[in-house]
Nanobody, 126 residues
Framework: QVQLVESGGGLVQAGGSLRLSCAASGRTFSNYAMGWFRQAPGKEREFVAAIRWSFGSTYYADSVKGRFTISRDNAKNTVYLQMNSLKPEDTAVYYC???????????????????WGQGTQVTVSS
């Protein structure tokens, strides 16, 4: 059974940085892609970034390109989301998710992902 545990959320001022972590366990993740999604109050869950575990290929939403970086540490089975130049509109609950989907065109859709973490709150004050 896949378990995903996020950490690293918190309160930060606009322009600041946070690094989220997602510790994964329960499977061999070499054939997986890992994604970060976020959901703000009253809004739908939206794609933020994804990474192919084996190749390290990365994918980003336009709204975070150039500001966020997704990476993984194979030895620790952990995926990171480094968030810089944070804006108030980045405020949301951030979720880590895992999928065995092969084709990257599916990574942008939440229904592609079978396993989810519990989420971590990120609040950016203006």
């Amino acid at each position: 059974q896949v378990q995903l545990v996020e950490s690293g959320g918190g309160l930060v001022q606009a322009g600041g940085s946070l690094r989220l972590s997602c510790a994964a366990s329960g499977r061999t993740f070499s054939n997986y892609a890992m994604g970060w999604f976020r959901q703000a109050p009253g809004k739908e869950r939206e794609f933020v970034a994804a990474i192919r575990w084996s190749f390290g290929s990365t994918y980003y939403a336009d709204s975070v390109k150039g500001r966020f970086t997704i990476s993984r540490d194979n030895a620790k089975n952990t995926v990171y989301l480094q968030m810089n130049s944070l804006k108030p509109e980045d405020t949301a609950v951030y979720y880590c998710a895992a999928t065995e989907a092969i084709y990257s065109r599916y990574y942008y859709t939440s229904s592609t992902y079978n396993d989810w973490g519990q989420g971590t709150q990120v609040t950016v004050s203006s």
